[in-house]
T-cell receptor
C-alpha cells in the first residue's frame, strides 16, 4: 500500500530536549516536505527536498533541521525545542515536485512544555 | 510576494444546501491549483486539481472548482452538501516557474448540520 509514515504520532517533550520526527514514503517520490498546522494559520511549509541531498527552506524553517540521505526518508529534527514549536506536523511527498499531488502522512502532534 | 486567501474561515450549512468556498491567489504567471480536504482527525487528501484545459474541474464526492484567471480565483463548489462533508478545506496554488515553496491557504472549516 502506498503511504507516507510518520513517527511518533504523539509526543510530549520538554524545552531543549532534542527530538527527531521520522518520515518515510514507499512511492519512490523525489519530492518531500514538512508542514506545521496551527489554528488560524493553516499549513505552513517548514522545509522541502527535491531529491537526495537537496533540501531548501520553506516559509518557517527557524528552529528546525532536515536531512535527505535516502530517497525514502526525510526526518525533521528539532535541536532545541521550544513551546512555540508545539504544533501538528505533517510530512508529504510528491512524484512531480510541489506542483504535483501531495500524499500526506497521518500527522505528528508535538507538545513542548 | 505570493499569497493565497481563503475568505471564509468557518462556514455552517444545513444538509442539502449549496456550497461555495472562495480562494484567491496573487501569483503571477502560470499556476497549478489544488483543493485539499482534511476530515476530522485525519490527514490531508486531494479533493481536486487544475493544471490546464477546461477551467471547470471535477473532483471526488461531487465537488467541483472553477478557475477564473482574470479574477485569480479557484472557488470550490458543491450543489448539495452532506453531513459527511464536514471537514477543513485548503486551497493551494503553486507557480509553474519552478518555485517549490508551496503555500496553503489558512483553510475553511465547514460544518454541516444534519
Amino acid at each position: 500500500e502506498a503511504q507516507v509514515t510518520q513517527n511518533p504520532r504523539y509526543l510530549i517533550t520538554v524545552t531543549g530536549k532534542k527530538l527527531t520526527v521520522t518520515c518515510s514514503q514507499n512511492m519512490n517520490h523525489e519530492y518531500m516536505s514538512w508542514y506545521r498546522q496551527d489554528p488560524g494559520l493553516g499549513l505552513r511549509q517548514i522545509y522541502y527536498s527535491m531529491n537526495v541531498e537537496v533540501t531548501d527552506k520553506g516559509d518557517v524553517p527557524e528552529g528546525y533541521k532536515v536531512s535527505r540521505k535516502e530517497k525514502r526518508n526525510f526526518p525533521l529534527i528539532l535541536e532545541s525545542p521550544s513551546p512555540n514549536q508545539t504544533s501538528l506536523y505533517f510530512c508529504a511527498s510528491s512524484k512531480q515536485g510541489a506542483g504535483g499531488e501531495l500524499f500526506f502522512g497521518e500527522g505528528s502532534r508535538l507538545t513542548v512544555l | 510576494a505570493q499569497s493565497v486567501s481563503q475568505h471564509n474561515h468557518h462556514v455552517i450549512l444545513s444538509e442539502a444546501a449549496s456550497l461555495e468556498l472562495g480562494c484567491n491567489y496573487s501569483y503571477g504567471g502560470t499556476v497549478n491549483l489544488f483543493w485539499y480536504v482534511q476530515y476530522p482527525g485525519q490527514h490531508l487528501q486531494l479533493l481536486l486539481k487544475y493544471f490546464s484545459g477546461d477551467p471547470l474541474v471535477k473532483g471526488i464526492k461531487g465537488f467541483e472548482a472553477e478557475f477564473i484567471k482574470s479574477k485569480f480565483s479557484f472557488n470550490l463548489r458543491k450543489p448539495s452538501v452532506q453531513w459527511s462533508d464536514t471537514a477543513e478545506y485548503f486551497c493551494a496554488p503553486i507557480s509553474n516557474f519552478g518555485n517549490e515553496k508551496l503555500t496553503f491557504g489558512t483553510g475553511t472549516r465547514l460544518t454541516i448540520i444534519p
